[in-house]
Every structure is written in structure tokens, then in C-alpha cells.
């Protein structure tokens, strides 16, 4: 239900997406008072449409927190859930942080999935690195050759990067301050529901060596791990890789939330799943309002090909910059963008939680026995109210969900401008009866209306109902003149394309065109008469789909018709 819910989401805020672009848009047009005043009744009735679109959302997002709660009854995990907007991250079992290192002297030896990250060790350590799961996408050169000449300079020149502007310095300390909230997000709603028995494990940094050389180095936001509740420790494997995205609010063409993964996080999310050695990667998109899930699977075939790309240029022993973009880039994109359409999955949305109360803990020098990762052991039901979920109260959400549903269905649903009727009648039209409606928005297309009057034909074929002649509006001209295929069916059609794609062709390539027209591709006859066959079999099939031609079925040309045919067309006796 929650996972139906969120699809409901995804709806309205594309819906709400397009209306907020076209009132931005209306407001331009509104340059003085007397425009204000032609157009005040569009802005009045977007901003009143806006209005329900965000009374709908919330009301949405509240019914997934009730079914959230109850769905964590079942689970045996109520104390790890927070039915509201706030989270103590202090009292959450399932919630494991590192407790960080003093660290004096030489690092190197040290466990590096155990210091925290954004510490001064953290900083040291990334610096040996020739990339980074963050840094991989231009490293590659996705973000195009400049980028992948800057981080090359970077790793072997020492040269400095390019200061970020202040709007990116800005997006990245707001994703930077609203991890802790994306993570208390995880721990206090999403994992109590889809993972009841994971728990999120804050990760350090993972390092891959090549040539006994630091190569790459990536530091997963964290990783679910199955929950031991007798000693409130985490499994050593990990089940899933955590990734959290928290894009800057508030821009005009895009919704607050991804629900889908950009394609330029792939190779960071493949990396972290290939350093853990996790099969699947939760990937959170948080905003303040509400955050989404997504599920991504390790493609083991594209993460080597990455790799392999990412050694030939940062990998050699005489390493060159490269002076143009690698030929197998374009390939690699193409299947980065295909991964997203079929290795990542959209699970839910749910309600954000802001926390209240961060763990705190003081460092551990490296001779301390608690070096490592912090568990929070106290009893969360003598600390935690509970919110008591009985089954009135899902009964009343049960209600609720069904109120919600009719709402978004209202306001999802396009309204029909017009109606469309069909209607059968004799030659003089002066008799008609109707056979058939529906209702008409503004977007119709011409293929839409090509199989809605074949439906239509069909239906009054096989009911006995014969129609040699189908008339209808100017607007669907293009009905009469060109097939379901887009082939043109009359001669004047023809001609038009013709012209048309000859006004684009150079004279070299007409010359080349005319020389190449009619030239017979067969080496004998017999192939000839079979290509023959194939095409009128192929035009005979495309006639029968069409509408404008009869219903009936032509006898199929015979080999000798066919072999006359050609034998007038080659004048072959």
C-alpha cells in the first residue's frame, strides 16, 4: 500500500511540477496591470490548483506514516519507528555510529572503514588517491574533456581545482547539514518498515589498491546490516550500501525529490556496492518535506568496464592527459543510462524526519579497546513515548486512504475539452445513428485516433456492419494521407516528402540518390521473385491494419503473377 501510495506522490508532484512552470510562465506574460487583469482568472485558478495539489500531498504523506507505524507493529520493531517529524538519534537501536579517532603519527595502518568522515584523517587519506567514488564521473570524462583534464592535472600535477562558486558552495553545505535528518529519516521510518531487521551502520572510507599503489577511494554514506537484538551489535556483512542525496530546494523545473536515479551518480553508487561487497544500494533522496527510496542493483559487467577505463588513464606507469575524450566513452554512457531504466528501482516516498538530537560521543585514541563503532543499548520503551496503534485507528486510516486516493484521482486526471462521437450513417448522411464516444482533451494525437477509429471499423465489421467510406474533421488530415507507418498514401503526399527531404540534401548527394534508384539487390531470379513476395506480403499486412482500405481479404499473388510482373518490369521474356 505504502509503495502504491508513493506512486500516487510521483503523480502530483509532476502534475504540481507542470503548473508551478506555467504559472512562472503566466507571471511573465503579466508585465502591467491591464495583463494582471486579462489573466487573472488563470492565476487565480493555478494558485487554487496548486493549493489542493499540496493539501493532497500532505494528506498522503500523513496516511503513509499511519500505515508506516502500523506496518512497524507487525514487524516487532514499533520502538524503532517515530510517527511524526522529529528523531533522537541518541535513543535509536538501530542506529550504529563511528565514535571517531585520535589519531598521532602514521595512518596508514590503520582500519580506514573505522575513521570518520570529514575528519582531518579523512582529508589525509583521500589526498593519496588517484579518484574517488565522487570524483570518478569526471575522472572518466562524463562531464566532459575539462573536467577530466582538471582532475588529471590534480592527481599527478598537484594543480589545484577550480574554486566552486558560491551557489555550489551553498547546494553543498545544505546536503552536507541535512545528512544527519536523512539519516534519522532511514533509521526512525524506512528501515522499521521495508528492513525491520537491519540496522544502518555509519561507514569510514574504503580503500582499492592498485600496483601496491592507492588507486581509488570511496566513502559510502553507510550500509544496512542485519541486527543482532541480544547484544545490539550488527553483522560484520553488509546487506545493503547506503547512499543519501539531499538536493537544494525549491527549483522550478525539476520535483524536490528524485524518483529515479540521475544517471551521473552511477558510477559512485556502483563503487560503494563493489567496496562493501553488497549485492543492492538503498539510494535516499531527502528533502524536508518527504524523502524517497530508490533500489539499485550491482552490475558487476559495467563496474569492470569503468574500472578498466579508469586504470588506462590513471593507471599507467607513464600516465598521458588525455588531449581528446576516450572513443568507448559514448558506449559507456549509453549503458549508464540503460543501468538507470533497469538496474534501479523506485520503492516508496515517506514523510521526512527532522532530528532533534544527535549521539555524541568523544573520540577513541588507537589504543583504546572501543575503538570502532558505537551501538545505542538503551531501552527505547522507557525513553520513547509510543504511540498506541490499535484497530480503530486503522480503520480510520483505511477510511482515510480511501479519501485520499478519490482526491488525487480527481486532481491527477486531465479534463476533456471536447467530446468525440462516431457516428455510422447512409451515403446521403441524412439518417445517422451513434456507435461509439468518447471524451476528447487537448493533446490528442493523430496515432491515438488512428486506432480508435480501426477499433471502431472492427467492431461494426465484425458485427455485420460493412464501411467503405470514413469522413472526418480537417484536424486529422493527416489520417487520409499517410499510413499507420507514417508512409504516405497518396501521390501529392509523396511528392511533398519528396521535395522536402530533397531541400535538405546537397547536389552531390541527389546526384547519388538518382544513380542508386531502382538498382535491383539480388543476385538471381529466384531471390529476386522471393524479395518480391516478402514486400508484397509486408504491403498487404499494412493495407489490412489501415482504415481507409476495405475489410476484405485480396487473394495472395501467385508466383507466376509475380514472375510475369517482373519480367515486364526487367523485360525479362
Same mark, same amino acid.
Given at each position: 500500500?505504502?509503495?502504491?501510495?508513493?506512486?500516487?506522490?510521483?503523480?502530483?508532484?509532476?502534475?504540481?511540477?507542470?503548473?508551478?512552470?506555467?504559472?512562472?510562465?503566466?507571471?511573465?506574460?503579466?508585465?502591467?496591470?491591464?495583463?494582471?487583469?486579462?489573466?487573472?482568472?488563470?492565476?487565480?485558478?493555478?494558485?487554487?490548483?496548486?493549493?489542493?495539489?499540496?493539501?493532497?500531498?500532505?494528506?498522503?504523506?500523513?496516511?503513509?506514516?499511519?500505515?508506516?507505524?502500523?506496518?512497524?507493529?507487525?514487524?516487532?520493531?514499533?520502538?524503532?519507528?517515530?510517527?511524526?517529524?522529529?528523531?533522537?538519534?541518541?535513543?535509536?537501536?538501530?542506529?550504529?555510529?563511528?565514535?571517531?579517532?585520535?589519531?598521532?603519527?602514521?595512518?596508514?595502518?590503520?582500519?580506514?572503514?573505522?575513521?570518520?568522515?570529514?575528519?582531518?584523517?579523512?582529508?589525509?587519506?583521500?589526498?593519496?588517491?588517484?579518484?574517488?567514488?565522487?570524483?570518478?564521473?569526471?575522472?572518466?570524462?562524463?562531464?566532459?574533456?575539462?573536467?577530466?583534464?582538471?582532475?588529471?592535472?590534480?592527481?599527478?600535477?598537484?594543480?589545484?581545482?577550480?574554486?566552486?562558486?558560491?551557489?555550489?558552495?551553498?547546494?553543498?553545505?545544505?546536503?552536507?547539514?541535512?545528512?544527519?535528518?536523512?539519516?534519522?529519516?532511514?533509521?526512525?521510518?524506512?528501515?522499521?518498515?521495508?528492513?525491520?531487521?537491519?540496522?544502518?551502520?555509519?561507514?569510514?572510507?574504503?580503500?582499492?589498491?592498485?600496483?601496491?599503489?592507492?588507486?581509488?577511494?570511496?566513502?559510502?554514506?553507510?550500509?544496512?546490516?542485519?541486527?543482532?537484538?541480544?547484544?545490539?551489535?550488527?553483522?560484520?556483512?553488509?546487506?545493503?550500501?547506503?547512499?543519501?542525496?539531499?538536493?537544494?530546494?525549491?527549483?522550478?523545473?525539476?520535483?524536490?525529490?528524485?524518483?529515479?536515479?540521475?544517471?551521473?551518480?552511477?558510477?559512485?553508487?556502483?563503487?560503494?556496492?563493489?567496496?562493501?561487497?553488497?549485492?543492492?544500494?538503498?539510494?535516499?533522496?531527502?528533502?524536508?518535506?518527504?524523502?524517497?527510496?530508490?533500489?539499485?542493483?550491482?552490475?558487476?559487467?559495467?563496474?569492470? %568496464? /569503468?574500472?578498466?577505463? $579508469?586504470?588506462?588513464? @590513471?593507471?599507467? =606507469?607513464?600516465?598521458?592527459?588525455?588531449?581528446? #575524450?576516450?572513443?568507448?566513452?559514448?558506449?559507456?554512457?549509453?549503458?549508464?543510462?540503460?543501468?538507470?531504466?533497469?538496474?534501479?528501482?523506485?520503492?516508496?516516498?515517506?514523510?521526512?524526519?527532522?532530528?532533534?538530537?544527535?549521539?555524541?560521543?568523544?573520540?577513541?585514541?588507537?589504543?583504546?579497546?572501543?575503538?570502532?563503532?558505537?551501538?545505542?543499548?538503551?531501552?527505547?520503551?522507557?525513553?520513547?513515548?509510543?504511540?498506541?496503534?490499535?484497530?480503530?485507528?486503522?480503520?480510520?486510516?483505511?477510511? %482515510? /486512504?480511501?479519501?485520499? $486516493?478519490?482526491?488525487? @484521482?480527481?486532481? =491527477?486526471?486531465?479534463?476533456?475539452?471536447?467530446? #468525440?462521437?462516431?457516428?455510422?450513417?447512409?451515403?446521403?448522411?441524412?439518417?445517422?445513428?451513434?456507435?461509439?464516444?468518447?471524451?476528447?482533451?487537448?493533446?490528442?494525437?493523430?496515432?491515438?485516433?488512428?486506432?480508435?477509429?480501426?477499433?471502431?471499423?472492427?467492431?461494426?465489421?465484425?458485427?455485420?456492419?460493412?464501411?467503405?467510406?470514413?469522413?472526418?474533421?480537417?484536424?486529422?488530415?493527416?489520417?487520409?494521407?499517410?499510413?499507420?507507418?507514417?508512409?504516405?498514401?497518396?501521390?501529392?503526399?509523396?511528392?511533398?516528402?519528396?521535395?522536402?527531404?530533397?531541400?535538405?540534401?546537397?547536389?552531390?548527394?541527389?546526384?547519388?540518390?538518382?544513380?542508386?534508384?531502382?538498382?535491383?539487390?539480388?543476385?538471381?531470379?529466384?531471390?529476386?521473385?522471393?524479395?518480391?513476395?516478402?514486400?508484397?506480403?509486408?504491403?498487404?499486412?499494412?493495407?489490412?491494419?489501415?482504415?481507409?482500405?476495405?475489410?476484405?481479404?485480396?487473394?495472395?499473388?501467385?508466383?507466376?503473377?509475380?514472375?510475369?510482373?517482373?519480367?515486364?518490369?526487367?523485360?525479362?521474356?
Amino acid at each position: 500500500m505504502i509503495c502504491n501510495l508513493s506512486q500516487r506522490l510521483r503523480k502530483l508532484r509532476t502534475v504540481k511540477q507542470s503548473k508551478v512552470i506555467a504559472l512562472e510562465k503566466l507571471k511573465v506574460t503579466c508585465i502591467n496591470d491591464a495583463m494582471k487583469a486579462k489573466y487573472s482568472y488563470a492565476l487565480s485558478a493555478i494558485k487554487t490548483f496548486i493549493f489542493k495539489l499540496d493539501l493532497c500531498i500532505s494528506r498522503l504523506l500523513r496516511v503513509i506514516d499511519s500505515i508506516g507505524h502500523a506496518t512497524s507493529v507487525c514487524n516487532g520493531v514499533q520502538t524503532f519507528y517515530n510517527k511524526g517529524d522529529a528523531c533522537d538519534l541518541s535513543i535509536q537501536q538501530n542506529y550504529v555510529c563511528l565514535t571517531g579517532l585520535k589519531v598521532e603519527g602514521d595512518i596508514q595502518n590503520l582500519n580506514t572503514s573505522l575513521i570518520k568522515q570529514r575528519s582531518d584523517e579523512w582529508h589525509s587519506i583521500r589526498k593519496t588517491a588517484k579518484v574517488t567514488g565522487s570524483t570518478a564521473h569526471q575522472a572518466l570524462g562524463l562531464s566532459g574533456l575539462k573536467k577530466l583534464q582538471e582532475h588529471f592535472e590534480y592527481v599527478f600535477h598537484q594543480k589545484d581545482r577550480p574554486d566552486f562558486s558560491e551557489d555550489a558552495q551553498k547546494r553543498m553545505k545544505y546536503g552536507t547539514d541535512n545528512e544527519i535528518n536523512a539519516i534519522g529519516t532511514l533509521v526512525s521510518k524506512i528501515l522499521p518498515i521495508f528492513y525491520p531487521n537491519f540496522s544502518f551502520v555509519e561507514e569510514g572510507c574504503e580503500v582499492v589498491c592498485d600496483k601496491d599503489e592507492t588507486f581509488l577511494i570511496v566513502s559510502p554514506d553507510g550500509s544496512a546490516r542485519y541486527f543482532n537484538s541480544e547484544n545490539y551489535k550488527p553483522s560484520d556483512a553488509v546487506a545493503l550500501a547506503i547512499e543519501i542525496k539531499c538536493p537544494y530546494p525549491n527549483k522550478l523545473y525539476t520535483t524536490p525529490v528524485y524518483y529515479k536515479m540521475p544517471w551521473y551518480y552511477v558510477i559512485q553508487v556502483l563503487s560503494e556496492m563493489y567496496v562493501l561487497n553488497a549485492s543492492s544500494l538503498l539510494f535516499l533522496c531527502y528533502s524536508t518535506d518527504s524523502t524517497t527510496v530508490c533500489v539499485a542493483n550491482f552490475d558487476e559487467e559495467l563496474w569492470n %568496464e /569503468i574500472l578498466a577505463k $579508469l586504470k588506462t588513464i @590513471y593507471g599507467t =606507469e607513464k600516465p598521458v592527459m588525455p588531449k581528446k #575524450l576516450p572513443d568507448e566513452l559514448k558506449t559507456i554512457k549509453e549503458k549508464i543510462k540503460t543501468y538507470c531504466d533497469n538496474k534501479v528501482q523506485f520503492l516508496a516516498e515517506i514523510p521526512s524526519c527532522q532530528v532533534n538530537r544527535e549521539c555524541k560521543h568523544e573520540h577513541s585514541s588507537v589504543e583504546s579497546e572501543k575503538i570502532g563503532r558505537n551501538c545505542h543499548t538503551k531501552c527505547l520503551d522507557s525513553v520513547k513515548p509510543q504511540t498506541k496503534h490499535d484497530v480503530t485507528t486503522l480503520q480510520m486510516t483505511t477510511i %482515510e /486512504i480511501n479519501s485520499c $486516493l478519490d482526491q488525487a @484521482y480527481s486532481l =491527477e486526471r486531465h479534463l476533456a475539452s471536447e467530446v #468525440l462521437i462516431f457516428l455510422i450513417s447512409d451515403l446521403d448522411r441524412i439518417h445517422s445513428t451513434r456507435v461509439g464516444f468518447s471524451m476528447k482533451g487537448y493533446s490528442l494525437t493523430s496515432s491515438v485516433m488512428r486506432k480508435m477509429i480501426d477499433d471502431t471499423l472492427q467492431r461494426c465489421y465484425l458485427n455485420g456492419l460493412y464501411t467503405p467510406v470514413v469522413s472526418f474533421d480537417g484536424q486529422w488530415s493527416q489520417l487520409a494521407v499517410r499510413s499507420s507507418n507514417g508512409h504516405p498514401l497518396t501521390i501529392l503526399q509523396l511528392q511533398k516528402d519528396v521535395f522536402r527531404e530533397s531541400k535538405k540534401m546537397s547536389k552531390s548527394e541527389i546526384v547519388r540518390s538518382i544513380k542508386n534508384t531502382n538498382i535491383v539487390k539480388a543476385k538471381s531470379l529466384n531471390e529476386l521473385i522471393e524479395q518480391t513476395l516478402v514486400e508484397q506480403k509486408f504491403r498487404k499486412n499494412e493495407e489490412h491494419h489501415n482504415f481507409l482500405f476495405s475489410h476484405s481479404f485480396t487473394e495472395q499473388p501467385t508466383r507466376l503473377k509475380v514472375i510475369q510482373n517482373i519480367s515486364k518490369r526487367f523485360e525479362i521474356s
